[in-house]
């Protein structure tokens, strides 16, 4: 099919998808490239549906290309991913040829611009979209990826791709977990995209089904195992149109990803016993013949199948290159099929099996006797100590509460170890994998009282609320006055608490609010910790992405000890 038929069919599609949901009220009639610009919003909403598998109306609600867009078209978190999509979008009529480079380096500016916070390059408008997206940007775990999508070539030119190859470098450095990646979306992927819709379901899968059963009454289904080859072929062919639109919800933090992956590649032949396996529902299966007699094997195909448990699974062990481990790996596996069910059946499934609460390592820090002392001693003082997650503990940060993520947080910033700081900086992940050892034990052994666990979590508090007047009485574009702020914020507070006696902490709870805390004067040592990080970074990293220096250990320790 030639490129410029493949052009008109896109252009049809497009505007029948999105065309309804999108704002453009900043759009005259009588502008001669409104249709032009239309399509391009268009475009731009394709992107985000096909990179988040949101609705067609969440997608076209995420364009916000218009005056001052900073040269971004759209962006949205993708929840199943973590990751915030960062699109700009171009609508090429001839189907060939590719954005300027300039255009391209002008995106990118944009980009760098929301990852720093930098709000004055947008525009008032886009403020409030702004706030939600920089929330998630701090949130330790998300990534960022990147979409360039037009209806022309699927390359860029060395001049523009440098723009994004720069930005890739500064943004990931030589961290082994990069934050940020890029993709090119041309006229081929366009036209795949809208002609394979991946969340309008109707999937027919096939699968290898070992040491299988079937259940009859009082609706059929199957169970069994599948290998993790399987599955990861399964990703590879239907990505998220395995989900179809049965299931909008995160797949878990990163830490349950890795562990997933790891044993895979570690202990393959312990997969079984240490995961809860996936769930397909299918609107009918079919077995072939052959070995049909047989429990040990069975080939067969679910018709209209859609994964509604399991997906955090099946995603991660798409992730593992090693084939031959992968088939090694044994998933519990049930397909539930819903020929003969009630109406509204599968929807009952699909809910249900998405209520069960997961287990997060730091769930296991109950079992420490340490906390339960820690909680004891806080006690006697009238201080509640919520270690055990629980609704209780989302609101436990009060005069006279606290709980576990907050003493962590405050813990390590008094420790006098950078790099503990950087850690909360970046996710509890570590912090909480082995209870039996540092990083752990270096915040949570005997020599912590709880009366010192919850004096420094008053510190972090009012580090914290300075920090917060702070940004708000700074100028727009502050470069790395905000930046720390922002992004540098555990080691500030790590380089005020190493000015504090370390003996003051440990006062009764009462006399520190009332005699201790007064005279610490944390304001002042805030603002000459902000002043000396500040000119730390001018002078030593003045073109460093700050978002990446306060995720590196070394920088971060240097900027530190260069302000306490």
């Known amino acids: 099919m030639s490129s410029s038929l493949k052009v008109k ?13 999108l704002v453009l009220s900043d759009l005259s009639e009588k502008d001669p490239e409104r249709e032009q610009k239309i399509l391009t ?41 973590s990751r915030v999509v960062i699109v700009q979008s171009k609508f090429i009529n001839k189907g060939s040829g590719e954005p300027e480079a300039a255009d391209v380096g002008t995106f990118i500016k944009g980009v760098r611009d929301l990852i720093e916070q930098n709000v004055g390059n947008f525009h008032p408008r886009l403020h409030a979209r702004l706030s939600d997206i920089f929330a998630r940007l701090s949130t330790p775990g998300t990534a960022v990826h990147i979409v360039l999508v037009t209806t022309g070539a699927s390359q860029l030119a060395k001049h523009a791709l440098s723009h994004i190859t720069s930005l890739l470098e500064d943004l990931n450095g030589e961290d082994p977990d990069p934050i940020a990646d890029y993709e090119m979306m041309g006229l081929n992927e366009v036209y795949g995209g809208l002609a394979h819709d991946p969340y309008k379901g109707n999937l027919t899968l096939d699968a290898t089904v070992l040491d299988w059963s079937y259940v009859a009454t009082p609706h ?26 049965n299931i909008r919800h995160s797949l878990g933090p990163t830490e349950v990803n890795n562990q997933i992956r790891a ?3 570690t202990a393959p032949e312990k997969f079984w016993y240490y995961n809860n396996g996936i769930t397909l529902i299918a609107d009918e299966s079919l077995k072939a013949p052959l070995m049909a007699a047989s429990k040990a094997s069975g080939n067969f195909r679910f018709k209209n199948a859609s994964l509604v448990n399991g997906a955090q699974t099946v995603s991660s062990l798409a992730k593992v290159e090693d084939d031959e481990k992968l088939g090694r790996v044994r998933v519990p596996f049930r397909v539930i099929l819903l020929s003969d069910t009630p109406a509204g059946f599968g929807q009952e499934v699909t809910r249900t099996n998405n209520l069960q609460n997961r287990i997060e390592p730091r769930d296991f820090v109950a079992q420490d006797p340490e906390q339960s002392r820690m909680r004891m001693e806080m006690a006697i003082e009238d201080v509640d100590y919520q270690f055990v997650r629980s609704e209780e503990a989302a609101s436990a940060a009060t005069p006279t509460a606290c709980e576990l993520i907050e003493v962590t947080t405050a813990l390590a910033c008094a420790s006098g170890d950078a790099n503990l700081a950087v850690q909360v900086k970046t996710g509890f992940s570590r912090i909480f994998a082995d209870l039996s050892k540092a990083p ?16 420094t979590c008053v510190v972090q508090r ?14 727009k574009k502050s470069g790395p006055a905000l930046g720390v702020l922002v992004h540098g914020n555990r080691i500030l507070a790590a380089a005020v608490f190493r000015g504090i006696d370390p003996t003051a902490l440990a006062q009764p709870i009462k006399t ?3 005699t201790v805390l007064p005279g610490l004067t944390i304001e002042a040592k805030c603002e000459d910790a902000h002043a000396k990080m500040v000119q730390a970074i001018e002078n030593n990293y003045p073109n460093k992405f700050l978002a990446v220096l306060f995720k590196n250990p070394s920088i971060s320790k240097h900027v530190y000890e260069m302000a306490a």
Request: glycine share 10%; charged share 20%.
């Open 9 to 21: 069919q896109i252009h049809s599609k497009l505007l029948a998808m999105f065309a309804q949901h």
């Open 462 to 475: 009012a580090i914290d609320a300075w920090i917060e007047k702070k940004k708000k009485a700074l100028p």
């Open 512 to 514: 520190f609010g009332n």
């Open 41 to 81: 919003r268009c475009l731009a909403a394709l992107a985000l549906y096909l990179q988040t598998g949101c609705t067609e109306k969440e997608a076209a609600e995420a364009v916000w290309d218009g005056a001052d867009d900073n040269g971004i078209d759209g962006v949205l978190f993708d929840t199943t991913e």
């Open 220 to 245: 059929g289904a199957y169970f069994g195992m599948i290998d993790g080859l399987q599955l990861k072929e399964w990703w590879k062919a239907h990505g998220k149109g395995l989900l179809a639109a």
């Open 263 to 265: 044993t895979a590649v």
């Open 440 to 455: 752990y034990k270096a915040l949570f052994n005997p020599s912590v009282t709880g009366a010192k666990a919850f004096n």
